[in-house]
């Protein structure tokens, strides 16, 4: 029986730049935790602390950095592996994006997450509730990605026309 590597991890969103990684081997307890920073150097994960309290998501301990060509080498293929995952998952629908389903006119929005029993998405056409269904992913065709609403703009103190 062939047991499966499972890579995770992705951009630190408090450390633009900085990539955490996780591997570990299916069935097996140890799990390798590293920092890939901007310059390319992978440092092993001292401490994790979840909502530090100088505030922020998630702060790192940095332990030692990796130096050892094999080690490294290893982390090399893990953040390759982790690139290739996300790129595969960005073209996969997520809640909110607009899609076009095979055999269907108009087009659709993503409302419910995937089931996780099937490979299917709940859709719905624009707001409408009533027309909520569940599609199978191999006829959803992303056109356009949901974006976060970019927060609000800075008005000036005495107001626009002042």
Known sequence: MERKLNVGGGELRDYPGHWKITARIEGETAELS????????????????IFPPGGGD????????ITDGKELFQCEEYYAQLQEKLAEQEQE?????????????????VVGMRDANEP????????????????????IKVIEKYKEPS???IVPEKGIMG
């Open 93 to 109: 629908p997520g809640i909110g994006d607009i899609v076009r389903i095979d055999g269907e006119q108009g087009q659709w929005k």
């Open 34 to 49: 590293v920092i890939r920073k901007p310059d390319g150097t992978y440092w092993e994960i001292a401490a994790v602390h």
């Open 151 to 153: 927060p609000p703009g």
């Open 120 to 139: 299917r998405f709940q859709v719905q056409k624009g707001n409408d509730a009533a027309t909520q269904v569940w599609v199978a992913t191999a006829w």
């Open 58 to 65: 998630v702060r790192f301990d940095i332990g030692n950095q």
